[in-house]
């Protein structure tokens, strides 16, 4: 294929992530150095209350922002290198923290424990999502015919239902004295509240991931194990190779390119955990790195947002989504060298 | 696949998978069947403790809205009926009715018109049939259920208004997004260069990027683009935050990484001879695109087109970020709900809500699980 014709059909595609993507993520590069503020005036300002015989009047020196002829209020920016970086990541508190040895006071950062939950957050639910998307496809792929469409149409309702949604649902049965709750406090014979402390809202959110992924995990390995190769397979039988042994040996290496595909996936979209934090309203407890720049980024209750912070956020969950993808990278860029295409 | 004696399994083996299976099956299934039920409830039941008492609604019943048995088995036979006829009746139909080219604009009009007549059936005419059999017989409803917490969701706030919103920002994303994705993909799929693998490089990098980072780029922009934009395209520059046009074209590009990539495994998968064969007999790319390539993709373009629907379809962050209230799709707008979740009607409404928003993912399901595994079979798996 020619150049041209090349950039003809890839053109449009390359100009929307371009103007959406590349441009967007140079603006924030910028914008987290710089500082958006409503300059301020010293104003005095005289204010008085009736009195006996006389009013009472004070003074004081306000600041009031600037507003220009149209009423609105004007803005500078300059540039303010890395105060906003400064200003998320704390470095003097966290670093008196970590020398004190006290990871407890670290936590209360708002970023420190945004990391925390967010990297424990993917590294848990992954083994999870694929053992059990691995053992749901195995166990499908045994079940009779009749009703492999029934269950795979059951198994697909997790993975669809948009996941602000699928929160709610499983933070409806444990709300207050919600059927679960009741039942578990039946069970265990004392009182619970699952949105009283920060661990059950945790555990909860990593069952509600679990929950959601998997499915999808399944699928995936599912289609895989339509293709392995029955010769391979009897021919395993033949050589005494138990059940275990076949598994481990022909089907889970015939599924590995899968497996590093969902592993893929799943912790780009993990790492960007959020939707969990609003649909239990965690976030007095826990929260991610995605959702604090969202709370950054929502006007706050005189209207503002915070820009530059949010960017300097945004630039530094970025990092860390590079840094757990650089050796996927690597791979890959040593294969394409490898295949020489 | 013929199961030969020595593939057979011990009765514990088959036992053990078959139990997984149904204990997952329940978990899967419970929490959305069980808000089903629930918004169906008056608040009293809907959050009592005990699990009887929530299926059967009593408080709800005594109200005086319940279901008498000839309206559940009324009800349960047409609903499975519909099912049947979503599953086995309606794709020959639409696949006799449409041309070729059509297809996927041919499935669109054949579901969204199976469910008009659903919902004309179920809600306009089930009704009036139960209600005068119930009057003749003289039945008492035995399960209480209440349509009432629907009818404030969609009537008196207005949630038809957030639902045109959501249906215009997904069709306006999956169109736009196959229309440009199909193109690149195929491109990619048919140049060996080393442009095309370090774009599909970029892609995957593009595509682990948290939303909110590029959120945080496009709202400062978005907010003053009248300003920006006034000197190029004079005074009736737009304000492009709060329009969805604008939300339209963010998702795309967000969704157009995964898109790509997956049209372009899809692509593979077509014989490249088959183009060429169309080169030599004189076409140009294009034309080869067009008249050999497109009438073989819809497989692909489908599995494709659903995973832009739920994405556009799904989103909370860029659209609650980027929208403000008048334009407000439905996922965000729940949002407005369970923030005001002051008494337990509130909830109940909460809950009617989320199960509107749920149901037309299940119908979807319904109609495309074959296309969903099998198009991942096809296409993802070997990419």
Same mark, same amino acid.
């Given at each position: 294929?020619?150049?041209?014709?090349?950039a003809?059909?890839?053109?449009?595609s390359?100009?929307?992530?371009?103007?959406?993507?590349?441009?967007?993520?140079?603006?924030?590069?910028?914008?987290?150095?710089?500082l958006?503020q409503?300059?301020?005036?010293?104003?005095?300002?005289e204010?008085?209350?009736?009195?006996?015989?006389?009013q009472?009047?004070?003074?004081?020196?306000?600041?009031?922002?600037?507003?220009?002829?149209?009423?609105?209020?004007?803005?500078?920016?300059?540039?303010?290198?890395? +105060?906003?970086?400064?200003?998320?990541?704390?470095?003097?508190?966290?670093?008196?923290?970590i020398?004190?040895?006290?990871?407890? +006071?670290?936590?209360?950062?708002?970023?420190?424990k945004?990391?925390?939950?967010?990297?424990?957050?993917?590294?848990?639910?992954?083994?999870l999502?694929?053992g059990?998307?691995?053992?749901?496809?195995?166990?499908v792929?045994?079940?009779a015919?009749a009703?492999?469409?029934?269950?795979?149409?059951?198994?697909?309702?997790?993975?669809i239902?948009t996941?602000?949604?699928?929160?709610?649902?499983?933070?409806?049965?444990?709300?207050?004295?919600?059927?679960?709750?009741?039942?578990?406090?039946?069970?265990?014979?004392r009182?619970i509240?699952?949105?009283?402390?920060?661990?059950?809202?945790?555990?909860?959110?990593?069952?509600?991931?679990?929950?959601?992924?998997a499915?999808?995990?399944?699928?995936?390995?599912?289609?895989?194990l339509?293709?392995?190769?029955?010769?391979?397979?009897?021919?395993?039988i033949?050589?005494?190779?138990?059940?275990?042994?076949?598994?481990?040996?022909v089907?889970?290496?015939?599924l590995?390119?899968?497996?590093?595909?969902?592993?893929?996936?799943?912790?780009?979209?993990s790492?960007?955990?959020?939707?969990?934090?609003?649909g239990?309203?965690?976030?007095?407890?826990?929260i991610?790195?995605?959702?604090?720049?969202?709370?950054?980024?929502?006007?706050?209750d005189?209207?503002n947002?915070?820009?530059?912070?949010a960017?300097?956020?945004?630039?530094?969950?970025?990092?860390?989504?590079?840094i757990?993808?650089?050796?996927?990278?690597?791979?890959?860029?040593?294969d394409h060298?490898?295949?020489?295409? | 696949?013929?199961?030969?004696?020595?593939?057979?399994?011990?009765?514990?083996?088959?036992?053990?998978?078959?139990?997984?299976?149904?204990?997952?099956?329940?978990?899967?299934?419970?929490?959305?069947?069980?808000?089903?039920?629930?918004?169906?409830?008056?608040?009293?039941?809907?959050?009592?403790?005990?699990?009887?008492?929530?299926?059967?609604?009593?408080?709800?019943r005594? +109200?005086g809205?319940?279901?008498?048995?000839?309206?559940?088995?009324?009800?349960?036979?047409l609903?499975?009926?519909?099912?049947k006829?979503?599953m086995?009746?309606?794709?020959?139909?639409?696949?006799?009715?449409?041309?070729?080219?059509?297809?996927?604009?041919?499935?669109?009009?054949?579901?969204?018109a199976?469910?008009?007549?659903?919902?004309?059936?179920?809600?306009?005419?089930l009704?009036?049939?139960?209600?005068?059999?119930?009057?003749?017989?003289?039945?008492?409803?035995?399960?209480?259920?209440?349509s009432e917490?629907?009818?404030?969701?969609?009537?008196?706030?207005?949630?038809?208004?957030?639902?045109?919103n959501?249906?215009l920002?997904?069709?306006?994303?999956?169109?736009?997004?196959?229309?440009?994705?199909?193109?690149?993909?195929?491109?990619?799929a048919?140049?060996?260069?080393?442009?095309?693998f370090?774009?599909?490089? $970029?892609?995957?990098?593009?595509?682990?990027?948290?939303?909110?980072v590029?959120?945080?780029?496009y709202?400062?922009?978005?907010?003053?683009?009248?300003?920006?934009?006034?000197?190029?395209?004079?005074?009736?520059?737009p304000?492009?935050?709060?329009q969805?046009?604008a939300?339209?074209?963010?998702l795309?590009?967000?969704?157009?990484?995964?898109?790509?990539?997956?049209?372009?495994?899809?692509?593979?998968?077509i014989?490249?001879?088959l183009?060429?064969?169309?080169?030599?007999d004189?076409?140009?790319?294009?034309?080869?695109?067009?008249?050999v390539?497109m009438?073989?993709?819809?497989?692909?373009?489908?599995?494709?087109?659903?995973f832009?629907?739920?994405?556009a379809?799904?989103?909370?962050?860029?659209?609650?970020?980027?929208?403000?209230?008048?334009?407000?799709?439905?996922?965000?707008?729940?949002?407005?709900?369970?923030?005001?979740?002051?008494?337990?009607?509130?909830?109940?409404e909460a809950?009617?809500?989320?199960?509107?928003?749920?149901?037309?993912?299940?119908?979807?399901?319904? $109609?495309? +699980?074959r296309q969903?595994?099998?198009?991942?079979?096809?296409?993802?798996?070997?990419?």
């Open positions: 294929m020619k150049f041209k014709t090349f003809a059909f890839v053109g449009p390359i100009f929307l992530m371009l103007v959406f993507i590349a441009a967007p993520l140079i603006s924030v590069f910028m914008q987290s150095f710089y958006t409503p300059v301020l005036q010293a104003v005095e300002v204010t008085c209350t009736p009195g006996f015989l006389t009472t009047c004070t003074t004081e020196i306000k600041n009031q922002p600037i507003l220009d002829e149209a009423g609105k209020v004007v803005t500078r920016t300059e540039f303010v290198g890395l +105060q906003s970086y400064r200003n998320v990541l704390e470095p003097e508190a966290a670093w008196a923290a020398s004190s040895g006290r990871i407890g +006071q670290l936590l209360t950062i708002d970023f420190w945004a990391l925390r939950f967010t990297l424990t957050f993917t590294l848990i639910t992954l083994p999502v694929i059990l998307g691995l053992a749901l496809a195995l166990a792929n045994n079940a015919k009703i492999r469409g029934q269950v795979i149409f059951i198994t697909l309702l997790p993975f239902i996941p602000v949604i699928g929160a709610l649902s499983i933070r409806w049965l444990f709300i207050g004295d919600g059927i679960l709750t009741a039942g578990l406090e039946w069970w265990l014979a009182d509240s699952m949105f009283a402390q920060g661990w059950t809202i945790e555990l909860l959110m990593l069952f509600y991931r679990v929950w959601h992924v499915p999808f995990a399944f699928v995936v390995f599912y289609a895989g339509q293709t392995v190769n029955q010769d391979t397979l009897e021919s395993a033949i050589d005494g190779a138990s059940r275990w042994e076949r598994l481990r040996y089907i889970i290496p015939h590995m390119p899968l497996i590093i595909f969902i592993s893929l996936i799943h912790l780009m979209d790492y960007r955990v959020f939707e969990e934090i609003v239990f309203s965690a976030q007095a407890h826990r991610s790195l995605q959702w604090l720049t969202y709370d950054l980024l929502t006007p706050d005189s209207g947002r915070s820009i530059s912070r960017s300097a956020s945004a630039m530094l969950t970025m990092i860390g989504i590079v757990l993808l650089i050796p996927l990278l690597r791979r890959t860029w040593a060298k490898g295949a020489g295409h | 696949m013929s199961t030969s004696r020595a593939l057979r399994q011990s009765f514990a083996l088959r036992a053990g998978s078959t139990g997984f299976l149904v204990i997952w099956c329940l978990i899967a299934a419970f929490p959305i069947v069980w808000i089903a039920v629930m918004s169906f409830k008056s608040p009293v039941d809907a959050f009592a403790s005990n699990p009887i008492d929530v299926l059967l609604g009593p408080e709800t005594a +109200q809205k319940g279901l008498t048995l000839i309206d559940i088995l009324l009800g349960l036979t609903l499975w009926a519909s099912i006829m979503a086995n009746w309606l794709p020959g139909k639409v696949e006799a009715f449409t041309p070729k080219d059509w297809l996927l604009i041919g499935w669109l009009v054949g579901a969204g199976f469910a008009l007549a659903f919902l004309v059936v179920f809600f306009g005419i009704p009036r049939v139960t209600g005068g059999l119930n009057a003749l017989l003289g039945l008492e409803p035995i399960i209480g259920v209440s917490h629907y009818i404030a969701v969609w009537v008196e706030n207005a949630f038809y208004r957030n639902f045109l959501s249906l920002v997904t069709t306006g994303v999956v169109t736009v997004s196959l229309t440009v994705g199909t193109l690149a993909g195929y491109g990619l048919r140049s060996g260069s080393n442009i095309a370090w774009i599909l490089i $970029i892609a995957l990098i593009f595509r682990a990027l948290p939303h909110s590029l959120v945080a780029g709202l400062p922009v978005f907010i003053n683009s009248a300003e920006i934009l006034r000197p190029i395209l004079g005074e009736n520059a304000t492009l935050y709060g969805p046009l939300v339209i074209a963010v795309v590009s967000i969704n157009q990484p995964f898109t790509i990539w997956m049209l372009r495994s899809f692509f593979q998968n014989p490249a001879e183009d060429e064969a169309a080169r030599v004189g076409c140009t790319h294009f034309q080869a695109f067009r008249w390539i009438p073989v993709m819809w497989p692909g373009v489908i599995t494709t087109g659903l832009s629907f739920l994405l379809y799904n989103d909370f962050l860029v659209t609650s970020l980027l929208l403000d209230a008048q334009n407000q799709t439905m996922v965000p707008a729940i949002a407005g709900y369970f923030n005001r979740e002051t008494t337990t009607t509130d909830q109940v809950v009617a809500a989320a199960v509107s928003i749920t149901a037309p993912l299940f119908l979807l399901v319904m $109609i495309f +699980q969903i595994v099998s198009g991942l079979t096809a296409g993802a798996v070997k990419g």
